[in-house]
């Protein structure tokens, strides 16, 4: 299954308005649920306002992956910046705290507190000023989001 998210947010560190977009593929909606939710949280642990997004499927119909595509490929060449995604897979981690917090509170309660270190991706984002909307060039944004995903 295919999906297209696209999420804009407000960095708060940055005082920037940030666009988001990627696609994935997954086997089934569920796990793009988790994947998106995930994901969200990652971005609210950062202290970044989520503006808005949307979410949806694309190998079902054809011509919104089509236009959706169209849209994706034109973010692409406007964006300015990364977003770097680091992938962490732990058992029962709370969204709510960041990875280390999650060891941290995981050792003192006696539980496993390893983490196995998942994949890491650099997303393209369009980047802009807050208060002027003029684009904020890679070379002077940086952030990096904690993935959580539970282990099985």
Not at 30 to 51: M, S, T
Not at 120 to 132: C, F, G, Q, S
Request: proline share 3%.
């Amino acid at each position: 299954m295919e999906f297209i998210l696209d999420i804009r947010f407000e960095d708060i560190n940055y005082n920037a308005i940030v666009h988001f977009i990627t696609t994935l593929e997954v086997d089934s909606e569920d796990k793009a649920e988790l994947f998106k939710n995930e994901l969200i949280e990652g971005f609210k642990r950062k202290g970044v306002c989520v503006l808005n997004g949307a979410f949806h499927r694309l190998d079902n119909n054809p011509d919104l992956r089509n236009s959706q595509y169209e849209y994706y490929r034109f973010y692409m060449s406007r964006a300015t910046a990364t977003v770097k995604i680091e992938q962490f897979v732990l058992e029962n981690p709370n969204q709510n705290e960041s990875l280390i917090e999650n060891l941290t509170s995981k050792f003192f309660n006696g539980e496993k507190s390893t983490a196995v270190i998942g994949n890491k991706y650099n997303i393209p984002v369009r980047v802009m000023d807050k208060a002027t909307r003029n684009t904020i060039e890679g070379d002077f944004y940086y952030s990096t989001i904690e993935h959580l995903i539970p282990s099985k």
